[in-house]
């Protein structure tokens, strides 16, 4: 265990330790006296040093009457309270000690047997405590407290080690859920105030009081209730995200402490804000405090400056209690986390290099081959050069038609490059044979795409009713059929049917969500290559009314349907597998057969495709009833979801969702598969192939500098009002809200250069209803993927390594209860998924030691779709301005403190980033009016927090003979920074 110095102070002033009826903890001796500890010397230790099992009995060794050992680390917050025994920022530790406070003797052992053998009175102790095969085998270190020997029970400080290294807050909270009363778990390790020294007494009936028990050095293994520390990093944490109890002041008079504010006064704000308490409540409970202490009145005279409550009205009683709680930032506390993300320590070069030949290697395969490849490495480009320089028919997989169109236009340009070079070297173009590399490429367009069908209605009607719609609705010949066979009247001119009957001709680029339904444009095909984005395709699923089994029914089916109504509220299982079979065969017979023909009229087909009464949900639930009973747990999940109706009434529905794993039918009859994802699910891929060979390559991103928020900005409670127009409070909660978007807008408009913003759609609404802008695109949280080309109000078009700014506002977190849905369509037929009612959270770190987080679901299947759906769609996001292939400086934004996989530069508070204009913060309230449109009045403030880096005028001398103050972010080009604002004078502070 490491200890270390207290900062600030030379030695430490202990507080008094009160009991909840708030009277003083002390001492007692062995004659009965009582002595505060808040009276006695301390033993200190002003150096950092390392403490083992071995040099615990030095520490004793020094003690004299009426000493007590301090160790631990630096207070909570400096310049705000005084050490408590609360206070320490504890180190990791590998030692722990048991404070014994009165523990039984075991039956035969008494204060006279510890006097008289006190070594084996207290082993044992330690066998009761511990057992005797442990403490044979455990180093233990005792010391006898100054009263053991003289209460008629057992009092003794136990110091073992343990394993692994682990936050000393773990084994406190360890300690707390011993139901041993005799056990106090405020002593745990030496970072605590530990209380010992021997009686100061004529006669002391233990000339030795350590005790050394030597085993053979095993330690206590509690890797099974404790986290590790190896590994971590050290990160502070703002104490307001936490619940703390209130500390009273104190019991005695209160006193104007120095600085103008009492000290207790500080602390006691820092208290209640720390408890969640809101400004008004804090004043109260100070006011009502420091009338029961009888404060001084010049303490009364020091807290009343004027100053305006949250209800407009002055307060000139504790108006300075006001202004503590506003400024105060509840202190920091320190915890243990992940270090945060470095970029890789390699090149493009290499990057490209490594992919290009892992790629080479998997295409002369068989199998399904994954290769995450961090954005900008060239993944594209080396798919283009894969497919047109050797003679395979490939058919290739982008996430939406967009892509498809850039990819088939990058392929055909390298289609001709590479045919005319084949003409160049042969000089006659009848001696090119007819192949690959005159076969066109094309995106194929599905049937509900623009321009493709325009008999939709009837098709989707037959889709409905289960009719085969190539065969009763196109008309397509089978194999097996003349020439003669009905077709649709407008067959000749359908774009989609001469797409299918074409499909030979080309080399097709499709959407990755036929995945699972074109298996014949792939039955060709030599490799399938997927570009990103296939797992959702991966898995079906369907949301069924639970009422739906209530509806009317005939005969044995209506009762067999209201049973599973009753099994699935209830979770009872009273069906039995024949009667759900016999439920699921009487569905079927239920659905009917319509007569449908390619030459019949679209108002026709609709008409023969009403299904009537029958309901094809309740054929999922008989269906995966049946699974479940099969012992596929996960096909199946009923939940309730309660929502208001338009007068504020609340109201409950209950659903199933039926999930199934999709079959890539697409896939079926290929033999080389090659998956190029930056962001893959690679837990729900091997669900689908658990062969599948993964391939990683990483490269460092390139001219890009990133600001991290530390606290909450572009939550929903911050920009939308969702009080219904009955609340009192709507039209308050409205103003609010508004001002808000407001300031968001101004900030945005002031950002040099192009922005894109990613945040929730009901977000993007909100301010577009009320702003506008030129330089400023939106896109949605999930909703980014492959795209990479941004069109902005002005008519600009620019690429994602071209785009100056990305704004990433808030974060997308779904609630565990659909991400869990998720996971059970892609392990339907594995064990049942673990639910949860909300995330847990662990500290990361985001960058200088600052605290961020990452929400984690106990459940490594759930975990790996939150990590997908919460981190991984905002890296798609910044991944796209973050090209390792980016030229100029640009600047990411992160609006929120939780942890992604990107290196941040900077961790900057709400306030401060709401004041920066690129990469300056500007520190002079004129100056935040002009620029960003709304009040400097909090500039003081952030001023406190932020150094002056450089000063600057934006008028000449005469008109403007104070400059403004400004800072300018490590890094940045000054020159640059001041020609965006327009400056016409600068220099550094």
């Known amino acids: 265990m490491r200890i270390s110095r207290v900062h600030g102070i030379a030695k430490p002033s202990i507080r008094k330790v009160l009991r909840p009826d708030g009277k003083e903890v002390k001492k007692r001796l062995p004659d009965g006296s009582e002595a505060s500890p808040i009276e006695w010397p301390t033993h200190w230790y002003g150096t950092t040093r390392d403490v083992t099992i071995d040099s615990v009995p030095a520490l004793y060794d020094g003690i004299q009457p009426h000493e007590c050992i301090v160790l631990g680390g630096a207070p909570d917050s400096r310049n705000v309270t005084r050490l408590r025994r609360t206070d320490f920022r504890l180190p990791p530790t590998d030692l722990m000690v048991l404070d014994i406070d009165g523990m039984p003797y075991v039956d035969g052992y008494t204060d006279e047997s510890l006097r008289s053998d006190p070594e084996g009175t207290i082993r044992a102790q330690l066998c009761q405590m511990f057992g005797s095969d442990e403490v044979d085998q455990l180093h233990i270190v005792v010391a006898l407290s100054s009263r053991a020997g003289f209460t008629g029970d057992f009092r003794a400080h136990v110091w073992v080690g343990v394993t692994p290294f682990c936050e000393a807050k773990e084994i406190a909270a360890l300690h707390k859920k011993q139901d041993v009363p005799w056990l106090d778990a405020g002593i745990f390790q030496a970072g605590r105030v530990l209380f010992a020294a021997p009686p100061d007494i004529e006669s002391d009936p233990f000339p030795v009081r350590v005790f050394e028990f030597k085993g053979d050095g095993m330690v206590i293994d509690l890797s099974g209730v404790v986290r590790s520390t190896e590994g971590l990093v050290e990160l502070k944490r703002q104490f307001s995200r936490g619940k703390h109890s209130i500390y009273k002041v104190n019991t005695a008079p209160i006193h104007a402490g120095e600085g103008g504010v009492s000290e207790e006064c500080w602390n006691f704000i820092l208290s209640c804000k720390r408890s969640g308490r809101t400004e008004d409540e804090a004043i109260a409970a100070l006011h009502e405090e420091l009338t029961r202490l009888e404060a001084p009145s010049a303490t009364w005279r020091r807290m009343r400056k004027v100053i305006r409550r949250s209800d407009g009205m002055t307060d000139p009683t504790l108006g300075e209690a006001r202004r503590m709680f506003r400024d105060m930032r509840a202190g920091e506390t320190l915890v243990y986390g992940e270090p945060a993300y470095r970029e890789p320590d390699t090149t493009l070069t290499a990057a490209s290099e490594a992919l290009s030949r892992a790629v080479r290697d998997q295409i002369d395969r068989e199998g399904v081959f994954l290769n995450k490849v961090t954005l900008g490495v060239g993944k594209t480009h080396e798919i283009v050069e894969l497919v047109t320089s050797r003679d395979v028919k490939a058919l290739i997989l982008a996430p939406n038609h967009e892509r498809c169109a850039e990819i088939v236009s990058r392929l055909e340009d390298a289609r001709q490059k590479r045919l005319y070079d084949a003409f160049d070297q042969v000089e006659q173009f009848e001696e090119i044979e007819d192949r690959w590399l005159q076969r066109h490429w094309a995106s194929w367009r599905g049937r509900s795409a623009e321009g493709m069908c325009s008999r939709l209605d009837a098709v989707n009607a037959a889709f409905r009713a289960g009719v085969s719609v190539h065969k ?274 101004a900030w945005l408009r002031a950002q040099p250069g192009y922005t894109v913003v990613v945040t929730k759609k009901d977000h993007r609404e909100a301010i577009e209803r009320e702003h506008r802008f030129k330089r400023v695109a939106f896109a949605h949280h999930g909703a980014v993927e492959g795209k990479d080309i941004w069109d902005f109000p002005d008519g600009k078009r620019l690429h994602g390594v071209d785009v100056d700014n990305l704004v990433v506002l808030g974060r997308n977190a779904p609630p565990p209860y659909e991400l869990e849905a998720i996971a059970r369509r892609h392990h339907a037929d594995e064990d049942a998924v673990k639910k949860m009612g909300w995330y847990r959270t662990e500290n990361w770190e985001l960058g200088g030691g600052v605290a961020g987080y990452r929400l984690r679901h106990d459940d490594p299947r759930v975990d790996a779709v939150l990590k997908n759906v919460a981190v991984d769609s905002l890296m798609q996001a910044v991944g796209r301005m973050r090209s390792v292939r980016r030229e100029k400086m640009g600047r990411v934004f992160v609006m ?94």
Not at 479 to 499: G, H, M, N, T
Not at 609 to 626: Q, T
Request: proline residues 4%.
């Open 472 to 745: 009763h609705i196109c008309g397509f010949p089978t194999l097996d059929e003349s020439e003669d066979v009905k077709r649709c009247p407008i067959f000749a001119s359908c774009a989609y049917a001469d797409q299918v009957m074409n499909f030979w001709r080309h080399n097709w680029v499709a959407p990755v969500a036929m995945i699972s339904h074109l298996s014949r444009i792939a039955s060709d095909a030599d490799v399938v290559i997927i570009d990103e984005g296939c797992v959702e395709y991966l898995a079906g699923n369907k949301m069924v009314p639970l009422e739906e089994l209530l509806a009317p029914r005939p005969g044995r089916l209506g009762e067999l349907s209201r049973r599973a109504h009753s099994d699935l509220l209830e979770d009872t299982q009273t069906l039995t597998f024949d009667e759900v079979q016999e439920a699921l065969e009487l569905e079927y017979e239920a659905k009917p057969s319509p007569h449908v023909e390619p030459d019949m009229s679209d108002e026709q087909i609709i008409a023969n495709c009403d299904l009537g009464s029958y309901r094809a949900g309740c054929v999922s639930i008989w269906r995966a009833m049946n699974a479940r009973l099969e012992g596929g747990e996960n096909h199946l999940h009923v939940f309730s979801e309660t929502k208001k109706d338009d007068d504020g009434e609340e109201f409950t529905r209950w659903w199933v969702d039926v999930a199934w794993r999709q079959e890539a039918r697409l896939l079926k009859k290929a033999d080389t598969v090659l998956l190029f994802d930056a962001t893959p699910n690679e837990v729900a891929l091997r669900a689908h192939w658990p062969e599948i060979e993964v391939f990683e390559v990483e490269a460092p991103k390139l001219n890009t500098r990133v600001v991290q928020v530390t606290d909450a900005i572009g939550k929903r409670s911050q920009l939308i009002n969702d009080l219904p127009k009955s609340d009192p409070k709507f039209k308050a909660e409205e103003a609010r809200v508004k001002k808000a978007r407001q300031r968001l807008a």
């Open 896 to 989: 929120h403190s939780m942890r992604l996989d990107i290196e941040v530069d900077e961790c900057v508070s709400a306030e401060e980033v709401m004041r920066r204009a690129g990469d300056v913060t500007l520190l002079s309230a004129n100056e935040v009016d002009r620029v960003f449109a709304t009040g400097g009045r909090n500039t003081r403030e952030v001023a406190k927090r932020v150094k002056a880096t450089h000063k600057y005028r934006m008028k000449d001398k005469v008109a403007q003979p104070k400059p403004y103050l400004c800072a300018i972010a490590a890094g940045a080009d000054v020159d640059q920074c001041m020609a965006e604002l327009g400056a016409l004078w600068w220099e550094a502070v």
